[in-house]
């Protein structure tokens, strides 16, 4: 499976899925005026990743912002991650979110409360 | 002889007159040479940069009759120089043979009369004078004695002029024994000499006229050949410059320019190259001003028909005199990010309870408006039609009515559903907060889906968070179950329903997210104020906090109090 590389725009965040790896990233803000359009190829290749191998992965979120598409598009992206995490897949979200942002850590809270087979980590990002 | 050298010559002699053929500068060299200049524009050639003055020029009448007119000034000049020098060098050429032919009829009739100078040469001559006849030259001899008799004759009496013969005499020395004295006068014609130098006079004159012809000829060729089409080409090109023809000339090759042509001509190529891609960049300005005005009256179109649908969006939302209602002082802050949004807020008094309800649809700009509208007819028939008055209640049915509308009840349905493009489905929905607020109880009811209520008290701000439901999307099985919370209603009490954007500001030092307890602290400072002025402050503190950074999302904020305390 091809690495996915999309740089950040202002409105959309940068993508790192290293398949290979077994490492996907998201990071900056996200707002795209269609989130459907920018999610829906991740989410088909995140299905398509997942349906063989059984390696372990990681999936580091570190959004600054995300409207409620793009809560509704992460949502999908999670679900498929639960349910490999079900299947025995090692899986591991980890939810970045800067120091004192608690915007962002009670949407990552929320989240957190729909896994029970994937390990779902708060990891709060101090400022460099 | 190279046009290098050849072309220069007569140009500097008239003192660049050059320039005077050209229509650059009216100058005087082709009147003096007796060419009355035709005027190239109306004026008489007075503004001779303007379009058009190159033309008349052009026509090559101008150079020609120039260069014409330079060689025939100058050849007969040359002409008669060369030919006047070649007369006088066969002038002496002529007199120096006269006097050598004289020397030598001298030195013929000395010694001849050396010779006769013995006894009785009076009588014995004949050998001698025959042997001078010898000469081709010979004309007549003549023999005298001492008295002046003569004693011998060879030859015819000389005739005609006198310059066509030499006359020389000889004196015959008296001898010892019987010699007389006496003379010899000996006559040579001079008609072969004269011949001579007539011939030669003409081998001059021929030899010079040809020597002048291949000179002028050749002058012309090269002025021709290398000034005068280089720069008919350069006037054509220039001409054709003048009707935005953007060509340059290329002299190199046959027709090989003098090099101050050249340089002319490389000038006017980098000058039309400038011309040329000023020229472009001027169409370029031009077709993107074009493209400008179109875009901008493409996007005031869409403005327009959003400042409608704004008018439209405006009216479904209460009116100021619903915010006036009876039972309830209230405060609204309705900013959608693009004209119209999905932000959509409610008001209204039914059977003595105020009902205020606020949602926040997927999306913003027209799709969230669209959805708002579904949401508004949605309560509609729910408040108005089945009558329901528990605000959890309020929210199922909203939930249930708007999923059936955009056909979303399908469970786990990934493929596109009908009518929608998006590759993964419609999958709308929306956050809502209701408030059921009963005076006769003095209790508030609240139900919040995703959306939160904040009570702000003279001692405290609190936060009632909704439940994690999302409405109208498909269901995801995962939904918490809706449920309502009874609030005491007392005094002092404020409530705030608010859409997430009003927290979701980024900015600040850190670049984040205002988010729940920067908003409650913004209204905490102002609790004291006028519900209004609350809202006003809260919108400027927002704007402070965003700083430049533009704002992310469509934001509402309905505040509202018991009235009558």
Not at chain 2, 16 to 32: E, I, K, N, V, W
Not at chain 2, 309 to 328: C, D, E, F, S
Not at chain 2, 474 to 485: D, Q, W
Not at chain 2, 544 to 550: F, K, L, N, S, T
């Amino acid at each position: 499976m091809d690495r996915i590389q999309i740089p950040a725009t202002s409105r959309s965040p940068l993508v790192d899925f290293d398949f290979a790896a077994g490492h996907l990233l998201l990071r900056g803000e996200s707002y795209p005026e269609d989130a459907a359009a920018f999610y829906g190829p991740l989410l088909r290749s995140l299905r398509a990743y997942l349906e063989d191998g059984a390696t372990p992965l990681t999936f580091d979120v570190a959004l600054s912002y995300f409207n409620s598409s793009s809560a509704k598009a992460l949502m999908n992206l999670f679900m498929p991650l639960e349910d490999a995490a079900q299947e025995g897949r090692p899986v591991t979200i980890r939810w970045l979110y800067a120091e004192g942002d608690d915007t962002i850590a009670e949407a990552g809270e929320d989240f957190a409360a729909d896994f029970s087979h994937a390990r779902f980590e708060m990891v709060q990002e101090t400022a460099a | 002889m190279s046009g290098e050298s050849l072309a220069p010559a007569p140009l500097s002699r008239r003192g660049g007159s050059l320039r005077g053929a050209g229509p650059l500068r009216r100058g005087d060299t082709l009147a003096d040479l007796g060419f009355t200049e035709v005027p190239t524009t109306q004026d008489g050639g007075a503004d001779t940069m303007r379009p058009g003055a190159l033309r008349g020029a052009a026509r090559g009448r101008n150079l020609d009759g120039l260069a014409h007119a330079l060689f025939l000034r100058l050849f007969p000049v040359i002409a008669a120089v060369v030919l006047a020098t070649q007369v006088v060098i066969a002038w002496v050429n002529y007199a120096d043979q006269i006097r050598l032919y004289g020397e030598r009829a001298q030195m013929m009739a000395d010694m001849t009369a050396r010779a006769l100078a013995r006894p009785g040469w009076t009588h014995a001559h004949g050998p001698q004078l025959q042997a001078l006849a010898l000469d081709p030259a010979f004309r007549s001899a003549v023999l005298r004695d001492a008295a002046g008799a003569v004693v011998g004759r060879l030859g015819d009496e000389p005739r005609g002029r006198s310059f066509e013969r030499i006359q020389v005499a000889a004196e015959i020395e008296a001898g010892p024994a019987a010699q007389p004295a006496g003379s010899l006068t000996l006559v040579l014609s001079a008609e072969a000499l004269r011949a001579n130098a007539e011939k030669q006079f003409v081998m001059v004159l021929a030899a010079s006229l040809a020597l002048m012809l291949a000179f002028g000829l050749t002058l012309r060729l090269a002025v021709r050949r290398h000034v005068l089409a280089p720069l008919a080409r350069l006037l054509s090109a220039m001409g054709r410059v003048e009707r935005k023809d953007w060509v340059t000339v290329d002299l190199a090759g046959s027709r090989r320019p003098s090099r101050e042509i050249a340089d002319i001509s490389q000038a006017f190529n980098r000058m039309v190259e400038g011309l040329r891609s000023g020229d472009e960049a001027r169409h370029l300005l031009a077709e993107l001003e074009r493209t400008h005005a179109r875009l901008a009256e493409a996007n005031g179109l869409v403005m327009e028909s959003l400042g409608y649908a704004r008018r439209i969006q405006q009216a479904v939302l209460p009116g100021p005199q619903a915010l006036r209602g009876a039972g309830l002082e209230a405060a609204v802050l309705w900013e959608p990010l693009h004209v119209v949004g999905g932000d959509y807020f409610w008001i209204e008094e039914i059977d003595g309870l105020s009902v205020v309800v606020v949602a926040d649809c997927t999306g913003h700009g027209v799709p969230g408006a669209f959805l708002t509208l579904i949401v508004a007819t949605a309560l509609d028939r729910i408040l108005h039609d089945q009558g329901l008055r528990r605000p959890d209640a309020i929210l199922a049915a909203l939930d249930g009515v708007v999923r059936a509308r955009l056909r979303q009840e399908t469970k786990g349905q990934d493929g596109p559903g009908p009518g929608t493009g998006g590759s993964a489905g419609s999958d709308d929905g929306f956050d809502c907060g209701v408030c059921i607020l009963d005076r006769a109880t003095r209790s508030l009811h609240f139900a919040g889906a995703g959306l939160a209520l904040t009570v702000v008290t003279e001692t405290e701000v609190t936060r009632i968070k909704g439940r994690r439901h999302g409405l109208g999307y498909r269901r995801t099985g995962r939904e918490e179950a809706l449920a309502a919370t009874i609030l005491p209603l007392s005094d002092g009490q404020t409530f705030f329903l608010m859409t997430d954007g009003v927290s979701d500001q980024m900015g600040g030092a850190s670049r984040r997210l205002l988010g729940h307890k920067g908003v409650a602290a913004i209204l905490d400072r102002h609790r004291d104020l006028p519900l209004d002025g609350q809202v006003a402050a809260l919108e400027a503190a927002l704007a402070a906090h965003r700083g430049p950074e533009p704002r992310r999302d469509d934001m509402t904020l309905v505040a509202f109090r018991p009235r009558g305390r």
